[in-house]
Structure formats: C-alpha cells, structure tokens
C-alpha cells in the first residue's frame, strides 16, 4: 500500500529491497524534460498498450521481454539501467539467472518480477503518469523500435487524457508558482511532481468552487451548478 502522506512529503517509497524516489522539478531541468519522460516510459513499459503482434513475444510478461532486450541489446539494457537508476538512485546489473539486482555481488537485492510491477505502481503515483506528456525521441537505432512502439502509445494515451487547454508541465509550474501561498518562482522547483500536481488540482478546485458561488444567486436551479466546495478529497482517478 502506497503511503499518500509519504506521496505529499516527498519521501522515497521503501519496498524493502530498494527505494523509489519522486524527482523534484529541479532534478528534471537538470536531466531535462525529454530523459525524464523517456526513463518514465522505459520503466513503465507496459506490452498490453503496445499492441504487439508477434504471437511468441506475446506470450511473455512485460519483465520476461525487458529482460530480453537487455540481454540481447546492449544499446537497450544501457538506457533501460539508466532509466531505473534515475528512480532507484543506485546502480543495478543483471543477475546470471537472468534476474535484475542491486547492490554488489554479496547482497544481490533482486528486483524480481514482482518487485518491477511494485517500482512501476510506485512511478506510477509518484509522477500522475495518466496526465504527464510522455514524448521522446529513440535514442539509437537499435533500441528504436521497442521504444517507438512505447512512444506511439504514450502519444496516444496523452491525447485522450490531455485537458482541454493543453497544459504542458512549464504551464502548470508557472500557475503553481504565481497562485499559490508561499510558493514562487524561487522555490517551486523543490516540489516533486505529486506535489505539483496536487497543489494544481487544489488550485482549480478553488477557482471552480468560488466562480459557482458568484453565480449562484444568477441561476434558478442551483442544483445545475453542481457546487461541491473546494476543501474536500481529491478524485485522483479524475485527473
């Protein structure tokens, strides 16, 4: 179970064999926006929203083909390691029985199969993956076509999910940073993206709730205004 508070403090999640950490916006400048969304799309690699053709490679879990290409394709396993170390903040290597691991030789951490699907669903929370523009280009040709197929879908899960105004990540920094108490241009990028994005979603639950208000006295059915107030729980399956 993914702690929320843990999610709002910014804290690494622990799950025991390794920690996921959330990347401020200032790690991300530093990385720049296209490796960030390009190590988020390698870690979350997920076959089913690939729509692969290939009856054998369709038999294989989503850790049994990434394991695959890092073996077989050096280019591959050399962005795909440094993808996870951007989240797991230490180097991991691949085990001789084929499995992940952390650590030197004599701790062999293993990031198993269960342990990757844990990684994602914490990457997941940590970065609002449905909302996030996750565009970027193949590094190399060989590692191009997995991570092409893995590019065209994210391209199209961001355009069912793309709010109406077509807020990139600057966008919603610079609104964060001009309308909220206490954070500014200066120390905005301390935030992690969960932060970010729920003191955003907390934003326009403000702003909805307080134009409803001055229109309630203009309506004559004040049940069509659908005023919930803004201090409630956030849906985040509506982001």
């Known amino acids: 179970m993914i702690s929320e508070m843990e999610l709002l403090k910014g804290k690494p999640i622990d799950l025991g064999v390794c920690k996921v950490y959330p990347l401020t916006l200032n790690e991300i400048v530093d990385m720049t926006e296209e490796k960030y969304n390009q190590a988020l799309s390698l870690i979350t690699f997920n076959k089913d929203r690939l729509q692969i053709n290939d009856e054998?490679?369709?038999?294989?879990?989503?850790?049994?083909?990434?394991?695959?290409?890092?073996?077989?394709?050096?280019?591959?396993?050399?962005?795909?390691?440094?993808?996870?170390?951007?989240?797991?903040?230490?180097?991991?290597?691949?085990?001789?029985?084929?499995?992940?691991?952390?650590?030197?030789?004599?701790?062999?951490?293993?990031i198993d199969e269960n342990v990757l699907k844990?990684?994602?669903?914490?990457?997941?929370?940590?970065?609002?993956?449905?909302?996030?523009?996750?565009?970027?280009?193949?590094?190399?040709?060989?590692?191009?076509?997995?991570?092409?197929?893995?590019?065209?879908?994210?391209?199209?899960?961001?355009?069912q999910n793309s709010r109406d105004n077509e807020l990139n990540l600057s966008d919603i920094v610079s609104?964060?940073?001009?309308?909220?108490?206490?954070?500014?241009?200066?120390?905005?990028?301390?935030?992690?993206?969960y932060q970010l994005y729920i003191t955003y979603m907390r934003l326009i639950m403000w702003d909805e709730y307080h134009t409803k208000y001055i229109l309630l006295p203009h309506v004559t059915d004040s049940t069509s205004l659908d005023l919930k107030h803004w201090a409630t729980k956030i849906n985040l399956n509506k982001k």
């Open 56 to 110: 054998e490679l369709n038999k294989l879990t989503d850790y049994e083909i990434l394991l695959a290409y890092c073996y077989h394709q050096s280019d591959f396993r050399e962005l795909f390691f440094e993808s996870v170390e951007t989240f797991l903040k230490e180097p991991i290597h691949l085990h001789e029985l084929g499995f992940f691991y952390l650590g030197d030789l004599e701790e062999q951490r293993i």
């Open 118 to 159: 844990q990684i994602q669903e914490v990457i997941r929370k940590q970065n609002f993956l449905s909302t996030e523009k996750t565009e970027f280009k193949p590094a190399n040709d060989k590692a191009a076509e997995l991570i092409e197929k893995i590019k065209k879908v994210k391209e199209k899960l961001a355009k």
């Open 175 to 193: 609104i964060v940073a001009c309308y909220s108490d206490g954070i500014n241009m200066f120390n905005v990028w301390d935030l992690t993206i």
